[in-house]
């Protein structure tokens, strides 16, 4: 697996790898035409080849008139639990579905011409139909022939920028030449700038949706390589920042006792100190969201695992939830820390009254008044006014077949 090196000459490992490893000339770089000495290099390498960049697509990034070709790539994404796919009972083959919209109050089956849209304002309904909300959504440009663009509005100090304005995953922007040339020099020399100031550029990004504009900042990322070769690409990260409508001012519910206490004892330094003592205590200095797996995707594998396999209940893999806060090893290892926090501040939690059942159970009385509804519905023919559910139980005691939509119920009733 691995080359023995001779002096002064250079080893070529797109050769040595070239059934095991195939190099695309988009990807390559110096670090990656250096020759493995570990075989953790060469298992990076794989894992690099296994996952390869996927540029989610290209935006035209504008300075003032300089028009400039960027990509932009994701370096985080969400991993969820598969949803399951029906499949046909006999064959394994898949199904579609298909769905009608129904009036509610007439069950008539209603086409795309005859939906509206309602937005609530200011409590009360306002209707549009889908040409207007389309005239709405739509943001008008000054290059309609672009997909997406970035406009930099500005520059500021990179000191203005918060952790908590980071309100969703940042992307990658890197330079694409083949979509506008020479775009690699010019964002190159950005980078090296806003480096040399401390400073990050401010955009306005619309995507290919022309939907509503979002305020976002570049930070810039120079490149380098580390101990193994491996290059950190040069580019932006690009953070989405929050309008003034995004943020919020929670009220904060301080308990009673706790006011109480905080009132007594205005500037008491030593309940301060004791506050920071248990915060030093269990600060997280180290924390790596590396080391915590996501507990539901982990019990689901496990559980898909064990169905494959017939496992029984006991036999099945555990997965232990990292985040589940350990109270017994908090109590062993600062108890006398917890101890004065606890004569500091007094107060006990008061009970949390349990939630109510999202469905209750209807009282007899209401059950006797709808069962006498329906008789009195049925005595009548007024077969249209009884629910799909109540009408099948109905077709039950007389035979008929049950399938079909609610007209269909109806006229096979009136043909009986």
């Known amino acids: 697996m691995f080359p023995l090196p001779l002096p002064d000459v250079i080893f070529d490992v797109r050769t040595f790898y070239a059934e095991l490893v195939a190099f695309d000339s988009e990807e390559l770089n110096a670090g990656m035409l250096d020759v493995s000495q570990k075989i953790q290099d060469l298992s990076r390498r794989l894992r690099a080849k296994e996952f390869k960049k996927r540029r989610l697509g290209r935006i035209i990034m504008k300075i003032q008139n300089m028009r400039l070709g960027v990509g932009c790539y994701s370096l985080v994404n969400k991993a969820k639990v598969p949803y399951g796919k029906k499949l046909e009972g006999?064959?394994?083959?898949?199904?579609?579905?298909?769905?009608?919209?129904?009036?509610?109050?007439?069950?008539?089956?209603?086409?795309?011409?005859?939906?509206?849209?309602?937005?609530?304002?200011?409590?009360?309904?306002?209707?549009?139909?889908?040409?207007?909300?389309?005239?709405?959504?739509?943001?008008?440009?000054?290059?309609?022939?672009?997909?997406?663009?970035?406009?930099?509005?500005?520059?500021?100090?990179?000191?203005?920028?918060?952790?908590?304005?980071?309100?969703?995953?940042?992307?990658?922007?890197?330079?694409?030449?083949?979509?506008?040339l020479n775009s690699s020099q010019v964002l190159d020399a950005?980078?090296?700038?806003?480096?040399?100031?401390?400073?990050?550029?401010?955009?306005?990004?619309?995507?290919?949706?022309?939907?509503?504009?979002?305020?976002?900042?570049?930070?810039?990322?120079?490149?380098?390589?580390?101990?193994?070769?491996?290059?950190?690409?040069?580019?932006?990260?690009?953070?989405?920042?929050?309008?003034?409508?995004?943020?919020?001012?929670?009220?904060?519910?301080?308990?009673?006792?706790?006011?109480?206490?905080?009132?007594?004892s205005q500037g008491d330094k030593d309940q301060l100190a004791r506050a920071k003592l248990l915060v030093q205590a269990l600060s997280q200095d180290q924390l790596d969201p590396r080391q915590f797996e996501d507990f539901q995707l982990q019990n689901f594998y496990s559980k898909l695992q064990a169905v494959a396999l017939n496992e029984k209940s006991h036999q099945m893999q555990t997965v232990q939830d990292l985040l589940q806060p350990d109270t017994e090893g908090m109590r062993t290892h600062f108890s006398q820390i917890l101890d004065l926090f606890h004569q500091a501040f007094p107060w006990k939690a008061e009970p949390v009254a349990p939630p109510k059942p999202y469905r209750q159970d209807k009282p007899v009385k209401k059950v006797q008044k709808e069962k006498e509804s329906l008789e009195s519905l049925i005595r009548q023919g007024k077969y249209s006014q009884m629910k799909v559910a109540e009408l099948r139980v109905y077709m039950r005691t007389l035979g008929l077949p049950i399938d079909g939509l609610k007209d269909e119920l109806v006229q096979r009733v009136l043909e009986r």
Request: hydrophobic residues 35%; neutral net charge.
């Open 90 to 180: 006999k064959g394994n083959k898949p199904v579609s579905s298909t769905g009608h919209y129904r009036c509610e109050g007439s069950s008539e089956t209603l086409f795309p011409n005859q939906i509206g849209t309602c937005v609530k304002v200011a409590g009360e309904k306002v209707l549009l139909s889908a040409q207007e909300m389309k005239v709405i959504k739509d943001q008008k440009v000054d290059d309609p022939s672009d997909n997406a663009v970035m406009h930099v509005i500005g520059f500021r100090d990179r000191s203005k920028l918060k952790t908590y304005h980071n309100i969703r995953t940042s992307y990658f922007i890197g330079a694409d030449d083949e979509h506008v």
């Open 190 to 264: 950005l980078i090296v700038t806003l480096l040399e100031k401390d400073q990050m550029a401010v955009v306005r990004l619309l995507g290919h949706s022309r939907g509503t504009g979002r305020l976002c900042v570049l930070l810039p990322q120079q490149e380098h390589f580390d101990e193994d070769h491996f290059q950190t690409p040069p580019g932006f990260h690009l953070i989405f920042l929050p309008y003034a409508d995004d943020i919020r001012q929670p009220e904060i519910k301080i308990h009673r006792e706790f006011k109480q206490s905080q009132a007594a």
